[in-house]
C-alpha cells in the first residue's frame, strides 16, 4: 500500500506526488535539475525550444555572475540566460 503523497514509478522507486518547482533563476550551482514548464509567450517559448529547453529536458547551472546572466548546460551545450528569462523557466531538482 502506497501512502497518500507518494506515487509508484515503474514498479521501482517511490517519488513523491508533487514536486517542488522553482525559477531555474533560483537553482543552486553545480545541481542537476529538470526543466517542468516555462511561463511565457509564444515567442519566447519558441526560442528557448530551438535552444533546447524542452520541458523533461535535464540541465545544470555552470555559472552564477551575482545579479547577472545565469550560465547552463543543457543538451551539451552552454547558454546564458538573463535573470528574467530564467526566471520564466520553472525546474525540479533531479535526485
Do not use: C
Not at 546572466?69 to 547558454?79: M, S
Amino acid at each position: 500500500m502506497l501512502n497518500n503523497n507518494l506515487e509508484k514509478d515503474n514498479d521501482t522507486k517511490l517519488e513523491p506526488a508533487e514536486k517542488k518547482l522553482i525559477a531555474l533563476a533560483g537553482a543552486q550551482l553545480s545541481r542537476k535539475y529538470r526543466i517542468e514548464k516555462i511561463h511565457g509567450g509564444s515567442w519566447f517559448n519558441m526560442r528557448l525550444l530551438s535552444l533546447g529547453f524542452i520541458p523533461g529536458e535535464s540541465i545544470m547551472v555552470i555559472n552564477r555572475f551575482g545579479n547577472g546572466p545565469i550560465t547552463v548546460n543543457v543538451k551539451g551545450n552552454k547558454v546564458a540566460l538573463g535573470r528574467g528569462a530564467a526566471a520564466k523557466i520553472m525546474v525540479s531538482e533531479m535526485r
